[in-house]
């Protein structure tokens, strides 16, 4: 419950900042809050809308540099790994959501590394060769034996037998 009189919103009309708030409601569904105020100086009355505004996800790079996270990169990355293989994109958009939500609640900050392990680790239960793909560039094969000891990670973690 708000206060009677709430210093700090400013009156359009007198720029007093002491208004008071008559009725309160829901507006856009539910994703705003629209206010009707008095003013106490000029008693004229004004509208205000509150909306939330998340905190915005930075990732900090292995360089340092800080980013904002950027699901539109990530979504690249995958769409390239996954070329010619039956993936839904609607099954990316999951994926990056699920990244971007966990992120969000580890906190404002997440680095690269956490960021590309948590994408490979979703990508792996949607397609194998799409995660090897990635998993590739991700974590920069050099040569064959990169590809082989990761699938065999694959076979050992699905519960079959590596040969």
């Given amino acids: 419950m708000l206060p009677a009189s709430f210093s700090g919103v400013q009156c359009p009309i007198c720029r007093a900042t002491d208004t ?4 309160s409601r829901s507006a856009d569904g539910g994703e705003t809050i629209r206010r009707r105020r008095e003013c106490t100086s000029c008693e004229r009355r004004f509208n205000t809308f509150e909306r939330v505004e998340e905190a915005s996800l930075v990732v900090v790079k292995r360089s340092g540099l800080r980013e904002p996270f950027d699901g539109e990169k990530i979504s690249r ?10 993936v839904e994109l609607a099954d990316f958009e999951r994926l990056i ?47 064959i034996a990169d590809f082989e000891r990761e699938a065999r990670l694959i076979k050992l973690e699905a519960g079959l037998q590596a040969p």
């Fill in 20 to 23: 008071r708030v008559i009725d």
């Fill in 77 to 86: 990355g995958l769409i390239a790994a996954s070329k010619g293989r039956p």
């Fill in 97 to 143: 959501c699920g990244v971007e939500e966990e992120a969000r609640s580890n906190g404002a900050d997440v680095t690269s590394e956490w960021v590309g392990l948590a994408v490979l680790d979703r990508l792996r239960h949607i397609d194998e060769v799409s995660y090897l793909r990635f998993a590739s560039v991700y974590k920069s094969f050099n040569d």
